[in-house]
T-cell receptor, first 116, second 114 residues
Framework: AQKVTQAQTEISVVEKEDVTLDCVYE???????LFWYKQPPSGELVFLIR??????QNEISGRYSWNFQKSTSSFNFTITASQVVDSAVYFC?????????????FGKGMKLTVNP | EAQVTQNPRYLITVTGKKLTVTCSQN?????MSWYRQDPGLGLRQIYY???????DKGDVPEGYKVSRKEKRNFPLILESPSPNQTSLYFC?????????????FGNGTRLTVT
């Protein structure tokens, strides 16, 4: 079965702190894609990053960085020097292609609050 | 502007009164999908469509219907809504030919069934 686990449900930090959001996934497929989405208080879902199962390179984009490790089935997301605007719910997701059909499985989300 | 448009944004209805939430995308995407978001449960897939006239159940399809008669539209139909369908609904689309392509989401429809 495919599953995405975001063990942390809610984190509160003070501005400028670094924070890491954990994501652990389960799948037997060898080809899959992992995503992070952000949902700010306004409610829309914003795409942040994608990784495929063959690309274990970590990525840094400004204050955001992602650590993908197949050995531990994890795809963690770190915000460096957090800002109030980072306050949002963050979702990790797993997308599979199985026999011509496609499924996208989301974790339950992690609410980040960055206090000034 | 490339977008996924859902209507309405807010809907309050009563148990048993049929309703339709519309979803339209202007990006010529083949793949479209509906999700519901509930506190503590994250987003769960209701139905998805790989192309015109091709639809399949997601994880929570009970009580919902969909149709895909045109590529751009993917309406969600609740034939007899019940209070447990009170939720925030999102429509999304992406290029099927690129399974790694990110989903583009609509702005959501908040449905309340009394």
């Amino acid at each position: 079965a495919q599953k995405v686990t975001q063990a942390q449900t809610e984190i509160s930090v003070v501005e400028k702190e670094d924070v890491t959001l954990d994501c652990v996934y389960e799948t037997r497929d060898t080809t899959y894609y992992l995503f992070w989405y952000k949902q700010p208080p306004s409610g829309e879902l914003v795409f942040l990053i994608r990784r495929n199962s063959f690309d274990e390179q970590n990525e840094i984009s400004g204050r955001y960085s992602w650590n993908f490790q197949k050995s531990t089935s994890s795809f963690n997301f770190t915000i460096t020097a957090s800002q109030v605007v980072d306050s949002a719910v963050y979702f990790c997701a797993l997308r599979l292609t199985q026999g011509g059909s496609e499924k996208l499985v989301f974790g339950k989300g992690m609410k980040l609050t960055v206090n000034p | 502007e490339a977008q996924v448009t859902q209507n309405p944004r807010y809907l309050i209805t009563v148990t048993g009164k049929k309703l339709t939430v519309t979803c339209s995308q202007n990006m010529n995407h083949e793949y479209m999908s509906w999700y519901r978001q509930d506190p503590g449960l994250g987003l769960r897939q209701i139905y998805y469509s790989m192309n015109v006239e091709v639809t399949d159940k997601g994880d929570v399809p009970e009580g919902y219907k969909v149709s895909r008669k045109e590529k751009r539209n993917f309406p969600l139909i609740l034939e007899s809504p019940s209070p447990n369908q009170t939720s925030l609904y999102f429509c999304a689309s992406s290029l099927h030919r690129s399974p790694g392509a990110p989903l583009h989401f609509g702005n959501g429809t908040r449905l309340t069934v009394t």
